[in-house]
């Protein structure tokens, strides 16, 4: 008992986690999206797995391997994310997937074709629910762990979204180092909460995955239970 506790801090915790990134459909072949590999996201979902945790993995389009004992479900767009995200109510929800704040207003149901007199198209754009903030909002008691990735002013953004998302921690990444992020197997974060500053040095994904799911069942027993 006393050393499941320690090799498995997270056994009988169930942990919902959103990866990928969002498609949002333009017309049946063109769609709007973001850059993400779902790297870090499938990373996670896998340490947590280890750690005990029951995982559902909510997916956007992406080309990864479902990390082993971990419930996959694949997605497209961020209404799609939010039902799922809604359907698999856990004790910890991690937003790591990079989720187009704005879908297009009107699909259109044909292929848009190129027309001379009319020239391009204007597309209107509606802003996305937002399914962190969501989910805070609308679950009893979960802990909810945030991402953010910034180009500039890192610490400022990561802190506003820590609070007005109501989250227990917020991971932030500058994605504009190009060494990090994105498609990079690395990957480094400053961990924020309202009373932590934690810096995780640049190393493998996998590996500060790892680090980051000891880190939040810490938080989640000091905290949550
Ligand atoms: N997020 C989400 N749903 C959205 C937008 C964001 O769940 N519609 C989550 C992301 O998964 C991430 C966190 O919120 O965990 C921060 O995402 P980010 O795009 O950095 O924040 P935004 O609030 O969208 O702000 P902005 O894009 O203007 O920086
Ligand atoms: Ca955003």
Redesign the pocket.
Known sequence: QLQDSVSKPLAGVRLTI?AGPTREAIDPVRYISNHSSGKMGFALAQSAAKLGAEVTLIAGPVDLQTPTGVKRLDVES?QE??EAALANPSDIF????????YRVANIAEHKIKKNAQSGAPQLELIE????????AEQNPAPMC??????TRDVET?AID?LK??KLAL?IANDVSNSDIGFNSDNNAAVVLSADERVVFEQQSKTSLAHQLAHYIANHFHQNFR
């Open positions: 959103t961020a994310m939010l991690i937003g790591c997937a990079a989720v187009a704040d996305n629910p937002d399914i962190l903030k969501t989910i762990v945030g991402f953010a990735a910034e953004y979204k007005r998302k917020i």
